[in-house]
């Protein structure tokens, strides 16, 4: 019985996130990982919200220019 409800919350996060999320994978050269969640670890971020803040950013940029 516990199974079920775990599952039956598993299945609701994951209907959550398919409707509100796109999902991008992002490939990174090996020890780029570790770069990457030390930066956003200094910014205070999780490594997804640093990579989207610096996507903005440069996206930002690239409108000013």
């Known amino acids: ?23 991008i994978t992002v490939m990174a050269n090996k020890g780029k990982k570790a770069e990457y969640q030390a930066a956003a670890k200094l910014k205070g971020m999780s490594l997804s919200a640093f990579i989207m803040f610096c996507v903005d950013e440069k996206i930002e940029d690239m409108k000013n220019s």
């Open 1 to 23: 019985m516990a199974f079920s409800d775990k599952q039956a919350a598993f299945n609701y996060v994951n209907q959550y996130q398919k409707e509100k999320y796109d999902r």
